[in-house]
Each structure stands twice: as structure tokens, then as C-alpha cells.
């Protein structure tokens, strides 16, 4: 059984950090094609990071320069840094995978994590 475990949202102030990983499980080979959506109350679900398993990030236009996506492959586990946290950043964090890299670049994820919420107050 497959499952993708979030930990690290919470309440912080614009301009703070947070730090949210995600431990993979239960994949017979980890490939580690990953990407972190959010989801804020009204709005649809948007990727805000993603990383193939060679490396390789992109990030949303609204978080470039704030927002680190990374991964421990030893660890099956995959992170995202927030820096100077901005209000509109409120949402539902969600973490992915798939088999294969073009999946999460079309917003199609083979597995979902739980989520967890991250809020940041004005």
C-alpha cells in the first residue's frame, strides 16, 4: 500500500519560514518523480513545485525565488522550504507522486498525500 505522509504546516506571520516534508512509502521502486500542490479554500488546486527523479525542479511563477523543493532519496522523503511567507500562500499543502515525471507535469499524480495546512497571517 502506498502512502505519502505530510508533516511540518502550520501558523506563521508574512515574511516567516516553514518547512514541510513528506516520507514516501510502500512503492516496490521509488522513482522519485514528486511535486507539492495547494489547494486555498475557493480556489482550485495548483502544483506549486515539482522534481523528477533525476533532479530536476520546477517551480509555480508565484513562489520562484521563496519556495526550495527538494528530496533524500535514501530517505524516501521530499521537502519544501517556504521563505517570507505571504498571506495569499494559505492553503492546503498536498504531497504527490507518479510513475513517470510527465504525469505530475500534466496535474495528474498517481498517489496524494493527506495534507497538511499551512496558514500565514497579515
Known amino acids: 500500500h502506498v502512502q505519502l505522509v505530510e508533516s511540518g504546516g502550520g501558523s506563521v506571520q508574512a515574511g516567516g519560514s516553514l518547512t514541510l516534508s513528506c516520507v514516501a512509502s510502500?512503492?516496490?521502486?521509488?522513482?522519485?518523480?514528486m511535486a507539492w500542490f495547494r489547494q486555498a479554500p475557493g480556489k482550485e488546486r495548483e502544483a506549486v513545485a515539482g522534481?523528477?527523479?533525476?533532479?530536476?525542479?520546477s517551480y509555480a511563477d508565484s513562489v520562484k525565488g521563496r519556495f526550495t523543493i527538494s528530496k533524500d532519496n535514501a530517505k524516501n522523503t521530499l521537502y519544501l522550504q517556504m521563505n517570507r511567507l505571504k498571506p495569499e500562500d494559505t492553503a492546503m499543502y498536498y504531497c504527490?507522486?507518479?510513475?513517470?515525471?510527465?504525469?505530475?507535469?500534466?496535474?495528474?499524480?498517481?498517489?496524494w498525500g493527506q495534507g497538511t495546512q499551512v496558514t500565514v497571517s497579515s
Open positions: 504527490a507522486a507518479a510513475r513517470d515525471w510527465r504525469l505530475l507535469a500534466q496535474g495528474k499524480p498517481n498517489y
Open positions: 510502500g512503492f516496490t521502486r521509488w522513482r522519485g518523480n
Open positions: 522534481m523528477e527523479t533525476d533532479g530536476t525542479t
